[in-house]
């Protein structure tokens, strides 16, 4: 199976279009073109993870003027989007037909393939104690890595191929949640990858 996209090149910087912050705020939040070919027989659903492996464990040091996040800082998976019960015939997705602009406290119905399943991002948790921002962020929102660190973050978009049409899920569901589904169902699985910084001096 292979996974391509018209909106960012494998291993290349993803442009701010796809990001949900900038050097200014908030950005386009758009999700990216995504396509897919070679589909293995007895294919019956897809599952989509967007999955940043670089995010900093030490939170006090994040978004500070005076401290760097140290690049050698040990790191955690976040995850930017879970779907599952992507139909056997959808190949493709456009860009921006999931996502559209950030929504404060997250979006409430996010839009996707009919018959799809939009799970919860981890902007869930990490802005769970902000009174102002808190709430269930589900679907996709896209990179916005601290501005004060110096790594360069990875975004993988992981489609799986699954041999069942629709996943056990609760809801709302996360990324968890759909890999302990999709265990023994997965018949091939492609990926690529972009990056992305709001760190000046890594830009």
Known sequence: MHLSSTSLQNGQPIAAEFAAGDAAGFAPNRNPQLAWSEVPAGTRSFALLCIDPDVPTVPDTVGRQDCTVPRDQPRADFVHWAMADI???????????????FTVKGKT???????????????TGWFAGNPDMAGQYLGYDGPYPPFNDERVHRYFFRLFALDVAQLDLPTPFTAADVYRAMHGHVLAEAALHGTYTLNPALG
């Open 109 to 123: 119905a996010p839009v996707g393939p009919a018959g799809s399943r939009q799970g919860l991002n981890d902007f």
């Open 87 to 101: 139909p056997a015939t959808v190949q493709e997705i456009a860009a921006g037909s999931c996502s559209e602009g």
